[in-house]
Every structure is written in C-alpha cells, then in structure tokens.
C-alpha cells in the first residue's frame, strides 16, 4: 500500500471538533491490534500536558513498548489518583464487576472534566490553562456484557458517545466484529482503524459504516486503513516498523 503519514495526535486526543466523534478499532484476532495502539499513542501524547488516556482491557492485556510501564489499576475508586499522576492509566476490570465498573469509570471521566473545566482547564504553568481531555480505550469491546448490541445500551456509554465531543471526552472501541457494537455507538462513530477480518466481517463494515463495498481492499496480514467517516477518506498503509 502508499505510504503516508498518520496523524496519531488527530486520532486519539479529543480536541472538541468532529475529530473527537467516538472511534472504533476493528480487526480479527491476532492481526496486530494491541501493538499498533502500543506503538501509536505514544506519538500522539507527545506534549500533551492536559490530556489522559484510560485503556480499559477486560482480558487483562498490557500495553507494550512505551507504554508497559503505564501503571494498572483493579478499582474505579482508584482512577482519579493515578490520572493526577500518568498521562495513560491501565485498567483490569473485575470479570464480576466489568459493566458497573465501566460505567463508574465513564461518570468520574465526565465529573473530573466538569470540576477542571469550572477551574478554567489544567493549569500546565504558572497562569497558563489549557482544555481537559480525555480519551477512553476500550479493548475487546465484546467481552463486555452492556456493549452487547443485543443488550439496552447503559446511560453512561450513550452519554460518552454522544455527548463526549463537546467535552473533549472520546471513547475508542475496539472490537472483533463491528456488528457487535450496539446499533448507537456504530452510528456515531467518526474514525475507524480497519485490520484484516474475515469475508463476512468486512462485509459487515461496510453495511454497518455505509462504504462503498469497492472501498475496502482485500488486505494481507498486519496491514491497515485509516477510515474517515467524515471526511470520506480511506488510507491505507503497511504493517508498522517494531
């Protein structure tokens, strides 16, 4: 595939604008997920001083790289805390608790943001404020039980995804199968990050996101696009240099 540069800030920091619509990583398993989040965050929290990332991963998975030593919390209660210290936060949810814990999560996300946003933003120096932001990195979205698109869709998620943007909060799922994502969430997805799925599942984006079916290559292994629902724009580019 053309090279081309990706703007990982673009993607993962909630700017306010249409950029910040909730975005989707949709990719068959093995295919490289986890380590193309790994070796692109990293870019984009470059000199970000007011923005946070929390990745959340239900099997328990680490980031890699840069970001191995992010440190892992087990308890919402504990969230806070570790976001006034690290720019990414990894969070282990209880197998039990996943849902509830989720939805904790998202509510002190909003409630921080609103607390910074009534003290004029994050003061990164002496006089000097600056928007809060957060992005919300869920992995293996269909492990979670709320995010099933056969379950009602909890208050917290809807209110993430669709009232995020305009506090500079974006929620990323990534996902097997973009089907799996509840019916809300698909339609207000603004990005997507597209690696390698089986015939059906690509099929399945393109219905889903309304691409053109002539839109989307057949890819090999560990290759990827860029899609941007917005702007009407696929790139594609080849597997990441580790």
């Known amino acids: ?3 081309h540069n990706f703007d990982a800030k673009a993607f993962f920091v909630a700017d306010g604008s249409y950029r910040s619509l909730a975005k989707s990583i949709i990719a068959a398993p093995g295919m490289g997920k986890s380590v193309w989040i790994s070796e692109t965050l990293p870019d984009a929290i470059e000199g970000e001083e007011a923005f946070r990332c929390i990745y959340v991963s239900p099997k328990h998975e680490t980031l890699s790289g840069k970001l191995a030593d992010a440190p892992i919390i087990y308890s919402p209660e504990d969230l806070v805390p570790a976001l006034n210290e690290n720019t990414v936060v990894q969070f282990f949810p209880n197998i039990e608790t996943m849902d509830s814990d989720l939805d904790s999560i998202i509510d002190q996300i909003f409630e921080l943001s609103e607390k910074i946003s009534a003290n004029g933003g994050v003061e990164v ?6 928007p809060f932001s957060v992005t919300l990195i869920i992995d293996d979205a269909q492990s979670i039980d709320s995010l099933s698109n056969r379950k009602a869709l909890p208050n917290s998620v809807k209110r993430a995804t669709v009232l995020g943007r305009s506090r500079r909060i974006m929620p990323i799922f990534v996902t097997h199968r973009i089907n799996a994502l509840p019916r809300l969430v698909a339609s207000n997805i603004g990005e997507c ?3 390698r799925t089986g015939s059906a599942d690509r099929d ?12 989307i290559p057949e890819m090999e292994p560990f290759y990827w696009l860029h899609i941007d629902l917005m702007g009407d724009k696929i790139t594609g580019y080849s597997p990441l240099e580790i």
């Not at 120096?125 to 600056?130: D, L, N």
């Not at 399945?204 to 839109?215: F, S, T, Y």
Request: hydrophobic share 40%.
């Open 193 to 195: 990050i597209y690696f």
């Open 125 to 130: 120096s002496k006089g000097v404020f600056k």
């Open 204 to 215: 399945n984006v393109k219905r889903v996101l309304n691409i053109d079916p002539d839109d």
């Open 1 to 3: 595939m053309t090279e």
